[in-house]
């Protein structure tokens, strides 16, 4: 155990690597940079090159690679040897500021939307320095920012980076407006506590709908699912606790703060948390505990599944993102404090967060939406599709009194004393823990619960920023026209509370009842991706993320687009996939089921026995294959005329509208017949194989 100090960002070129191997003032001048974001000089580029090459090579390093995160939502690397020709057939191992800096690569490869048709080919990836260097098999990767030729975001990380100035700017603005003069910074922070299932290596390998799509397209339930409650914290089996033994030494290798790890609520379900971090650091290091996840498992002949819903039937995985703001002197602005002036700031920047939630709903559900998330949202085990926000009793009850003590001080007092008198003390564990609700207020800070397993937290975290920087600015604008701050700072406080106290919401968010009062109360409820994606690209949400300079219309056009074909090609996939496995495999399978019964049943016939089990079983799976022959050939008629839509939009309402259900429809026979045909003859693992087996 005394070795984890050691081994904690061993393989990570961190402030202690970079003292070590850059001369002084280099560190101090690369440190600077980084703090103002200011462009880094050529030479001062080629001495951070050359330590973090020695630094490298040291770690055994031979290759390195610019690490970028394009919108497929997984990151992407082309690795670099160090070589170089040095005369006489000799080599020197070489790295240069100018490749540290900037890497060239072929955008058209990678998910572009419009901007490809329009753009030239060529992509750049431009480092990010405020993200360590770190080795990964033998490579020294450089995280970095993906663009355009013309420099437009092609990637997560670049629309993060800049909702983080954004929202930097706009906090420092309400906090002078305060009365702080000091905080020079703030930084957004994240923790994502990430799930995921472990089944057997060999299980996985004989599934095809598992291999193509990262979740089970058929698989009737097994006679025991997660109704007994007995995974949740239950004791770790040793094969995992190996895995998990093995994935936390290598993150803590990697500097990832990886904390807890503990069985979820479904059999063959887990969790792993961190402690949070800077959103861009918490955003590249949950990249990497995803990808490492999949390569530990792999060793122990394991497969890690991150898709959101893998199995029918029992609860598929999600992510939560865990949100704050913190100061560069550490102060968290949503820890409600002691003192009643900061306890206004508190109500402020809580007010903040409820108007930027009840106004940007739409948002916020677009960056969580996905095919497969769509199987989890509204689905009784995750929050709804609908956004809603908790900040349980206690603080109800303080938001409450604010709303109508405002009517009274007008009429009585014409002045506000918010604070000591309105506002009781309040602890942070008086929160209590409703899961239901998909944006809770969790003591000092936010937990946003609806993102799926296999998003990269970037999306969410960068609309999160600007969403609450847009009010933030709002207030500012407002506050800088007042006299009295104070009374500013109250009316705004009290108007947010009333003019958004729709958004709040303490009950059950599972609950039938709740859709009804939301649609009551106006509240959005997008209930797939093809519904919500639209909303992308209204002229409210264009100027949003232009004024903050998070994206340019074009750059928005493309999102929308490409993440519209990412829900299409899914499906397409889904489909696709499915069709083969009944045809190829399926139909075999049963067919020779029935036959050997039909054989069976003719054989005792010759002996006068009785063969009445053969005789109606075969009948039963002969009639239901009957019905799964039609519904297949349904869907194959429904594919067939997705080549006639040309408008994404449109073929993503089709796959909504038409294919799923037909999706569905087929599904439902074909696990009826899984539970008819026997064991040896049914060509996958079944749920309970590999739920129960690991
Ligand atoms: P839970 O009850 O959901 O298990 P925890 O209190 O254990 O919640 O914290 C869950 C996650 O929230 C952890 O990853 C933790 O590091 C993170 N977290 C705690 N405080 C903050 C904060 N101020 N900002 C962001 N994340 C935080
Ligand atoms: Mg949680």
Not at 34 to 41: I, R
Not at 441 to 452: D, H, I, P
Not at 641 to 669: G, T
């Amino acid at each position: 155990m005394s070795r984890i100090p050691e081994i904690f960002g061993s393989l990570v070129f961190n402030e202690t690597a970079m003292k070590e191997k850059l001369p002084h003032d280099t560190y101090k001048a690369l440190k600077k940079t980084v703090q103002h974001g200011k462009p880094l000089d050529i030479n001062l580029a080629n001495e951070v090159a050359n330590g973090m090459k020695e630094w490298a090579l040291e770690k055994g390093a031979t290759h390195f690679t610019h690490w970028f995160q394009p919108m497929t939502g997984i990151t992407a690397e082309k690795h670099d040897s160090f070589i170089a020709p040095a005369g006489n057939g000799k080599v020197i191992m070489d790295f240069s500021g100018k490749e540290l800096i900037k890497g060239e690569s072929d955008a058209s490869s990678f998910p572009s939307g419009g901007l490809r048709a329009t753009f030239e080919a060529r992509g750049y990836t431009a480092w990010d320095p405020s993200s360590y260097a770190f080795i990964k098999d033998r490579t020294l990767c450089i995280p970095t920012a993906f663009c355009s030729y013309s420099g437009h975001a092609l990637d997560k990380k670049t629309p993060l980076l800049r909702s983080m100035d954004t929202i930097n700017k706009q906090v420092l603005r309400v906090l002078r407006l305060l009365g702080d003069d000091t905080t020079k910074s703030i930084r957004t922070t994240v923790g994502a506590e990430q799930e995921y299932f472990l089944i057997k290596k060999d299980h996985f390998k004989q599934r095809k709908d598992l291999i193509f799509t990262g979740r089970t397209l058929f698989g009737a339930k097994p006679p025991k699912g997660q109704e007994l409650d007995d995974h949740y914290f239950g004791a770790i089996k040793p094969c995992v606790l190996d895995f998990m033994s093995e994935l936390d030494d290598e993150l803590w290798k990697l500097g990832i703060l990886a904390k807890t790890e503990h069985n979820e609520a479904a059999p063959a379900q887990h969790e792993l948390a961190p402690i949070f971090d800077t959103t861009n650091i918490a955003t590249d290091h949950n990249q990497l505990t995803m990808e490492i996840m999949k390569k530990i498992a792999y060793k122990h002949d394991l497969t890690c599944l991150l898709h959101e819903k893998p199995f029918a039937g029992v609860n598929g995985s999600g992510k939560h993102n865990n949100w704050s703001i913190i100061t560069d002197s550490g102060e968290n602005l949503f820890e409600a404090g002691d003192k009643p002036e900061s306890n206004t700031r508190f109500l402020l920047f809580l007010a903040a967060v409820i108007k930027a939630v009840d106004e940007y709903q739409d948002l916020l559900r677009i960056s969580v939406a996905s095919a497969g998330n769509d199987h989890r949202l509204g689905g009784g085990e995750a929050p709804p599709a609908i956004m809603s926000i908790f900040i349980g009793d206690e603080l109800g009850e303080v938001v409450n009194s604010i709303i109508d003590e405002c009517e009274y001080l007008k009429t009585e007092q014409g002045k506000m004393a918010l604070g000591a008198k309105v506002i009781p003390q309040f602890k942070k564990d008086t929160t209590d823990r409703n899961r239901t609700s998909p944006f809770a207020f969790t003591g000092n800070k936010f937990e946003f619960r609806m993102l799926g397993s296999a998003f990269s937290v970037s999306g969410p975290n960068f609309v999160l920023n600007t969403i609450v920087a847009e009010v933030l600015s709002q207030f500012a604008d407002y506050m800088e026209t007042m006299d009295d701050l104070e009374l500013a700072t109250s009316t705004l406080i009290s108007n947010v509370f009333k003019n958004h106290n729709r958004i709040i919401f303490n009950g059950n968010n599972y609950s039938k009842e709740w859709v009804k009062e939301a649609e009551k109360r106006g509240l959005l409820n997008l209930k797939s991706t093809a519904d919500a994606l639209p909303y992308y690209i209204t002229d409210k949400n264009v100027q949003l993320f232009e004024k903050h300079r998070i994206f340019t219309k074009d750059e928005l056009y493309s999102r929308y687009e490409i993440l519209t074909e990412m829900y299409c090609k899914t499906l397409n996939i889904e489909a696709l996939t499915m069709i083969d496995m009944v045809k190829q495999d399926i139909i075999p399978a049963v067919s020779c089921y029935a036959n050997d019964l039909c054989v069976t049943a003719t054989n005792k016939k010759q002996l006068s026995l009785n063969c009445k089990v053969e005789e109606s079983v075969a009948k039963e799976v002969s009639d239901l294959s009957g019905v799964m022959y039609n519904l297949l050939v349904k869907l194959e008629d429904n594919m067939s005329k997705v080549k006639d839509y040309s408008d994404y939009r449109q073929l993503s309402e089709y796959y909504r509208d038409v294919v799923i259900p037909s999706m569905n429809d087929l599904r439902e026979v074909v696990d009826a017949l899984e539970v008819l045909v026997g064991t040896d003859y049914w060509p996958y693992p079944s749920y309970a194989e590999m739920l129960f087996y690991i």
